[in-house]
Nanobody, 125 residues
Framework: VQLQAFGGGLVQAGGSLRLSCASSGRTDGRSLSGYVVGWFRQAPGKEREFVAVINRSGRTTYFADSMKGRSTISRDNAKNTMTLQMNSLKPEDTATYFC???????????????WGKGTLVTVSS
């Protein structure tokens, strides 16, 4: 399954962004609806870190502590898309954001086998 993240950009601190992840194709007979989907981010010079994850049905979600209370994640399995809404953005949220698909509901990037190209989010102070 091929993934593409988009929706990044430059925003002032306190602002909001909605990132989307779209998919195409199938792997092992699965489209995106057959996968757990997560968001990760990586700032320059730092390791990739977990942001949020949503299970196949969309009923279970987890967020990094830094994103709790100001982010929501949702998916539309009919359209093979997934969205991350981020509010009250802070300069420390500046990073390249990646969406990824895997088979386990996990916060570890090593459990996600399919990755899209990232989208850059820059939050100015």
């Amino acid at each position: 399954v091929q993934l593409q993240a988009f929706g990044g950009g430059l925003v002032q601190a306190g602002g909001s962004l909605r990132l989307s992840c779209a998919s195409s194709g199938r792997t092992d007979g699965r489209s995106l609806s057959g996968y757990v989907v997560g968001w990760f981010r990586q700032a320059p010079g730092k390791e990739r870190e977990f942001v949020a994850v949503i299970n196949r049905s969309g009923r279970t979600t987890y967020f990094a502590d830094s994103m709790k209370g100001r982010s929501t994640i949702s998916r539309d399995n009919a359209k093979n898309t997934m969205t991350l809404q981020m509010n009250s953005l802070k300069p420390e949220d500046t990073a390249t954001y990646f969406c990824a698909a895997g088979l386990s509901l996990s916060t570890s990037p090593v459990t996600f086998g399919y990755w899209g190209k990232g989208t850059l989010v820059t939050v100015s102070s």
